[in-house]
């Protein structure tokens, strides 16, 4: 059964120095909450996998949470670089990261084998490709019946996977709705999972085949209204996309950056506190 | 007549007459996803769109600013699992037309997104590979669509992150890769196919108004030119009109056209 | 685009002596209705797939339409034997029948596999059993990474798969709701796809994340009210369970089940026939 | 006092009781569908009921027939692919118990359901595997439940299904799967454990009035009995009203008491 209890708690208990973390979400229900709080408790050498890192990771990355990076795809959507993740890769700011990098169709799948219990997934990938000679993660094996080489790729276990989600009762059942992702797959792959809502409600009116995590496959339910800000929740409020393009100068530079987190995540004691404070200088300009 | 238009709307335009109608097309952010949405709204209404964040049979009335963007789910016949986009969707099979974007290519059409210069000691890290390696393997045929310079198209890729024709000729079809490859490379001067045999891309048509010298400065290697070369029929008012009405509402829903990036 | 027809021409097009055919729905929606029509039309040497062989396989059994079967679970749910796959099995009646035997996550793994475009699936299964020893195509191979021993199985890859669903739309979109079973995977795993219906509705009225088969992945749909009794089809009718007890005593002997089939299936033009001439059956008794 | 009950009740009784509230358990069709119901109707109300169809947290009033009947979907926390059931709920881990059915067990806690006699020339053949080989091979632990006698609990089985203790001692552990075997079988006369070391199936508790000797009749190799053989508690009051209430409601929606297959 999972806890239903504050994301600080969650966070506390269930993230530990030197863990191997996925914040999944696809564009829509990025847990940046998450990514706030585990700043705000500076965490430290973290492996952050993720196939998009977009801002939640190039916060953390930027804040010194990290030491590697597992990723298929790493950029501002629509607006352009990641600057701390490639200061970081780039510079060794504020601390050197290792990147291993895949593809889209190779984490999606690595992320399906973990759920499932296995070591290790199979695709069609990579022929031709050069990722395989600079990740020697990704292996090639014959099928058994066909002779056909295929690629062979490790399966992701995360230590704790957080997501974010619209909806959970008050037993801790949860459900997702719109782009999916591979948040299920993410929360089933990892030993821990931790699962921020926009809100606690008495009944999930869930159609039968939605997408439900069970409580008891959750290790912890924290409602954050508002979690998965400047990302979207369906049904609840869209992207701000003004947010994303904000965010370019502010990572742009070292110390833009660095005020921008002591005063905006170091500065503030939850999310709640973040966003009043963001809608007031959103205001004030 | 028509009136003026510029050498992006050309791009964009002789792009989107490549999507025949009800073709299933694995669309990237940005300009394919330009291109494919106006061939939805033009010549091909039934093309089915396939974003990789899962929405299959999407029907945007805005250019979407993520790969994820809500309207993608909302105009969806089916939103599914990212995990099932690649593994049922794409690598089954049933993909007609990857439609991607680069930040180089070469003349094999094969496509670098990672980085550049090395891989260890990057001059500019670039976003990385995204879907683009397994849509490039496996959708049945591949379009490009990128806008041409001397630092787009070269001659050797630092990277080679989604593979085209390989090193050319039949090394393709040697890898064992299931689909065809790339079969147009649709930038803002000209249309690139490859030839025959050596699966070299040539110009096969230029643009209204461009001459070869302008490819030949824009291109990193020695291009060359089909024995006939064609000339890109004009945007016709239909796809203007349509184009720029989905870009002003693009910009009145976003603040902003859609990434091109 | 899917076409919609009637289910004669689309078996009378898309069926051929000899293919490999799968009817799936897992206890809900089997598609009885095409078993008939199947039969009827006297297709010959079909390799059946399906992994509850159920009262339809028995059926096409015994009616002289396979040459091999390839299941995982052979009984009549509930009740008991069924009787014209043993008898087929045992004594080679019609005629002899090849059997092919795997697991229930062996095969849901290879329709996955098939419908993922991958000539095999690779699960943690069989280790201690002996059914590899009778099945040679459950092979063994060791993850490239932990060198855990896993089994290989080849994914089904039907000719034509036939299924059951409750509605599709004027394009010929698809929806399936309630018990999913291993239908889309099947669908997606064929060459050709049948899809029988419910009902042929302006407006699917899907939730965003329902379990819709697109109608440019499908062959053809047809509509046939209550096409899947004596299964169920959710939202429309329940379960026949009497029709399951009755089966036995009619399967059980050669003749009986001879004269029946004559009876009802073959003296039959079509399944609102053979429904009518059923139930008036029924209210006779 | 108790009233009269029959060693059938008896037998799902006691199997009912080995299911602890909130345990997460994959049920089998017929008797272990019958047991795990009732422990969820009376001492686990959490007990989290997984069918191989595809339904996770089924809550059923009456006794599913099949395996995928429409109540189960109904009354389910989520309705997920047979496939995902077997993939990320089971093969993921999950299961806290896996609870079987059998046609034959021997005395290690394997189990045939495929044929008596030759495999090729069947004296009998069963219904096959369904999901009991990863059942009996993930499940973290798996409970047993069938009629005791001669014909049931053989020496040796003409077909190994679904392995339980192998050929004993630390034969499953070196098999390298992942749960630990069958912890229990539940007749209707007794119940069964795995003998530390050995993991021989020995009686550790007969139910009510049964003798050591109906018990030596009633299986096929040569069992044996542990030190302390307890007496099986006889069903509670609430037990038998809750079996019975179950029973009888199964009987007026399907016309049947539920399929003991």
Request: charged share 20%; proline share 5%; with cysteine.
């Amino acid at each position: 059964m999972a806890e239903l209890i504050s994301l600080r708690e969650a966070v506390q208990r269930f993230v530990n120095d030197g863990d191997t973390v996925a914040l999944e979400g696809f564009t829509h229900l990025i847990p940046t909450a998450a990514s706030h709080e585990i700043i705000r408790q500076g965490k430290k050498d973290l492996t952050l996998v993720r196939m998009t890192p977009d801002l939640v990771y190039d916060l953390m990355i930027g804040a010194g949470c990290a030491k590697k990076l597992i990723f298929s795809w790493g950029g501002n959507p629509g607006v352009g670089s990641l600057h701390r993740l490639r200061d970081a890769v780039e510079k060794g700011w504020p601390q050197p990261l290792e990147i291993e990098e895949h593809s889209h169709a190779d984490l999606a799948n690595a992320y399906v084998a973990g759920a499932s219990g296995l070591p290790f997934a199979v695709l069609r990938a990579y022929l031709g490709s050069d990722l395989p000679k600079v990740n020697p993660l990704i292996k090639f094996i014959d099928c058994p019946f066909t002779g056909e080489r295929l690629a062979a790729v490790p399966s992701v276990r995360p230590d704790v996977t957080v997501i974010h989600a619209q909806k959970a009762d008050r037993k801790g059942n949860v459900l997702i709705q719109g782009i999916l992702g591979v948040q299920k797959e993410a929360a089933l792959a990892a030993r821990r999972s931790i699962v921020t809502v926009e809100e606690i409600v008495d009944d999930l009116q869930a159609p039968m085949n939605a997408c439900v995590l069970p409580t008891w496959a959750v290790t912890a339910v924290c409602e954050v209204p508002r979690g998965a800000h400047p990302s979207y929740a369906h049904g609840y409020y869209e992207r701000d996309n003004r947010f994303y393009q904000d965010w370019d100068p502010i990572a742009r530079d070292r110390e833009s950056f660095n005020a921008w987190i002591d005063e905006y995540i170091r500065g503030t004691s939850d999310f709640n506190e973040f966003q009043q404070k963001l809608a007031a200088a959103q205001e004030a300009k | 007549m028509m009136g003026s238009y510029s050498t992006n709307e050309m791009m964009t335009v002789a792009a989107s007459r490549r999507l025949g109608n009800g073709s299933v097309c694995f669309v990237g952010i940005g300009l394919p996803s330009k291109a494919a949405n106006l061939a939805r709204l033009t010549h091909a209404p039934d093309v089915v769109l396939i974003y990789e964040s899962g929405p299959i049979g999407a029907k945007p009335s805005v250019l979407p600013l993520s790969i994820g963007d809500g309207e993608l789910a909302e105009t969806a016949d089916t939103v599914v699992p990212t995990g099932e986009i690649f593994r049922y969707w794409l690598q089954g099979g049933r993909i007609d037309v990857g439609f991607l974007g680069a930040a180089q290519v070469d003349k094999f059409g094969n496509i670098n997104t990672t980085v550049i210069g090395d891989y260890h000691q990057p001059k500019v890290r670039l976003p990385g590979a995204g879907g683009a390696p397994e849509i490039a393997g496996s959708a049945k045929q591949v379009l490009i669509i990128l806008k041409q310079s001397h630092r787009t198209f070269v001659d050797k890729l630092a990277f080679i992150t989604s593979v085209g024709h390989a090193e050319g000729g039949d090394a393709r079809k040697r890898l064992g890769l299931p689909g065809a490859g790339p079969v147009g490379i649709i930038t803002d001067l000209c249309i690139m196919e490859p030839e025959a045999g050596s699966n070299e891309f040539v110009v096969t048509s230029l643009h209204p108004g461009i001459t070869r010298e302008q490819v030949i400065e824009a291109t990193g290697w020695a291009i060359r030119f089909a024995d006939n070369v064609q000339t890109t029929a004009e945007p016709t008012e239909a796809e203007l009109v349509a184009l720029r009405d989905l870009e002003a509402r693009t910009a009145a829903a976003h603040g902003q056209k859609g990434s091109d990036e």
